[in-house]
C-alpha cells in the first residue's frame, strides 16, 4: 500500500513563500502522474499542479501559474510545490496524489492521496 504525507504548510504573510513537501512510502511507487491539490474552506478540490513522475510536462491552474513550481525527486519518493507570492486566496489545505494513468490536465483518475497540509496566507 502507498502512502502519501504532506509537509511544509503553515502560516505566512500575504507575498510570502512555502515550499510543499510530499514523501510516498510503502510498495514501490512508480505512478504516472503526480499531483498537488487544494480545497478552501466552503469550496470544492482543485486540481494546482501536476507533473508526470518520469518527469517533462507540467500542468498549472490558472490562478497559481506563474507563482508556483512543482517538481519531483524519484531517487527520494518525493514531491514538492514551490509557492511564491502567496496570496490569501491561496489559503486551503494542500494534498497530494498519484495516479497510474490519465493526463496531467484531468483531475480524475487519483487512486492515492496524503491527508493534506494546511496553508494559511493571511497578515
Known amino acids: 500500500q502507498v502512502q502519501l504525507v504532506e509537509s511544509g504548510g503553515g502560516l505566512v504573510q500575504p507575498g510570502g513563500s512555502l515550499r510543499l513537501s510530499c514523501a510516498a512510502s510503502?510498495?514501490?511507487?512508480?505512478?504516472?502522474?503526480v499531483g498537488w491539490f487544494r480545497q478552501a474552506p466552503g469550496k470544492g478540490r482543485e486540481r494546482v499542479a501536476t507533473?508526470?513522475?518520469?518527469?517533462?510536462?507540467?500542468a498549472y491552474a490558472a490562478s497559481v501559474k506563474g507563482r508556483f513550481t512543482i517538481s519531483r525527486d524519484n531517487a527520494n519518493n518525493t514531491l514538492y510545490l514551490q509557492m511564491n507570492s502567496l496570496k490569501p486566496e491561496d489559503t486551503a489545505l494542500y494534498y497530494c496524489a498519484a495516479k497510474n494513468g490519465g493526463t496531467i490536465y484531468s483531475s480524475s483518475g487519483y487512486i492515492y492521496w496524503g491527508q493534506g497540509t494546511q496553508v494559511t496566507v493571511s497578515s
Open positions: 510503502g510498495r514501490t511507487f512508480s505512478p504516472y502522474i
Open positions: 507533473i508526470l513522475w518520469s518527469g517533462g510536462d507540467t
